[in-house]
């Protein structure tokens, strides 16, 4: 498993947006997340948590493949070549309602019906 460090943690930390995909039986799903709500709830080096508003689609398509990608990108980083940097960060994704995750999203985003939990098993450089 790789760790969110280095390069990739800047852009986690610099991040407006959070996409995110799934994979149900009608194919890929896509919805995003505020980067400043990952950064609220702290990027740890293998886990994220977000915040889980609606996300029923997700949450069905994370009940039968616990899979996910996540793309995290910022300009005000610097890439490889230029100004910009992003990241894709794979693995296994939950959505509970419970637990000191729950807890610490429910205290922040009373509107929450969850707490997504992402380990990340990879991060690749794009850009």
């Known amino acids: 498993m790789e760790k969110i ?3 990739c943690r800047e852009v986690c930390e610099a991040t407006e947006f959070v996409a995110m ?5 009608d194919g890929p799903h896509l919805v995003g997340n505020w980067g400043d709500y990952m950064r609220t709830l702290g990027v740890e080096e293998k886990r994220i948590v977000l915040p889980a508003g609606r996300y029923h689609q997700t949450e069905r398509n994370l009940g039968e493949n616990g899979r ?3 793309m995290v990108a910022s300009r ?7 100004p910009g940097q992003g990241y894709v960060i794979s693995g296994t994704a939950r959505i509970v309602s419970s637990g000191d995750a729950f807890d610490r999203v429910k205290a922040r985003y ?3 019906r969850g707490a997504m939990v992402i380990d990340v098993e990879s991060v ?3 850009l």
């Open 124 to 126: 690749k450089a794009q």
């Open 68 to 70: 996910i990608l996540l």
């Open 5 to 7: 460090e280095g390069n």
């Open 21 to 25: 995909v799934t994979t149900g039986d």
């Open 110 to 112: 009373p509107w929450a």
């Open 76 to 82: 005000k980083v610097q890439g490889s070549r230029t």
